[in-house]
């Protein structure tokens, strides 16, 4: 996996501006916060996006990758407003779930999620090296 930073750029802070990977691509489905019963424990947005990260993690275990294959993320939040306000609980809880590990991402605001009760949905493209 080789970040791609184009000299000059400032490095941004929390994801990559690209990443070039080769090997076995793994696809999650956008993920939410709710546990393995389909039960949310929190209607707290960092909360939620702790859960959401460890369901990630818990999908890529079963293609044998971990979260430092991760290559992209798209985030469909519900209030970009809630979203900035939550930035350091969510930084915590990223760097405890996914580690100092910043992929490609994408934050979009929605107008909704089909459970009502999430406040986010991620998606996630892994590549693992053959």
């Given at each position: 996996?080789?970040?791609?930073?184009?000299?000059?750029?400032?490095?941004?802070?929390?994801?990559?501006?690209?990443?070039?990977?080769?090997?076995?691509?793994i696809c999650v489905s956008g993920t939410i916060g709710w546990d393995a019963q389909g039960?949310?424990?929190?209607?707290?947005?960092?909360?939620?996006?702790?859960?959401?990260?460890?369901?990630?993690?818990?999908?890529?275990?079963?293609?044998?990758?971990?979260?430092?294959?991760?290559?992209?993320?798209?985030?469909?939040?519900?209030?970009?407003?809630?979203?900035?306000?939550?930035?350091?609980?969510?930084?915590?809880?990223?760097?405890?779930?996914?580690g100092r590990h910043y992929p490609t991402m994408t934050a979009v605001q929605v107008a909704?999620?089909?459970?009502?009760?999430?406040?986010?949905?991620?998606?996630?493209?892994?590549?693992?090296?053959?």
């Amino acid at each position: 996996m080789h970040i791609l930073q184009p000299p000059g750029w400032i490095t941004p802070k929390g994801y990559s501006n690209g990443i070039a990977a080769t090997g076995r691509t793994i696809c999650v489905s956008g993920t939410i916060g709710w546990d393995a019963q389909g039960r949310f424990h929190t209607s707290d947005f960092a909360g939620q996006t702790r859960q959401a990260l460890q369901n990630i993690v818990a999908v890529l275990a079963e293609a044998e990758a971990g979260p430092e294959h991760i290559v992209r993320m798209t985030w469909y939040v519900l209030d970009k407003k809630e979203y900035v306000a939550a930035y350091k609980e969510i930084g915590i809880a990223y760097r405890e779930v996914i580690g100092r590990h910043y992929p490609t991402m994408t934050a979009v605001q929605v107008a909704g999620l089909i459970e009502d009760q999430a406040r986010l949905e991620i998606e996630v493209t892994a590549i693992v090296p053959v």
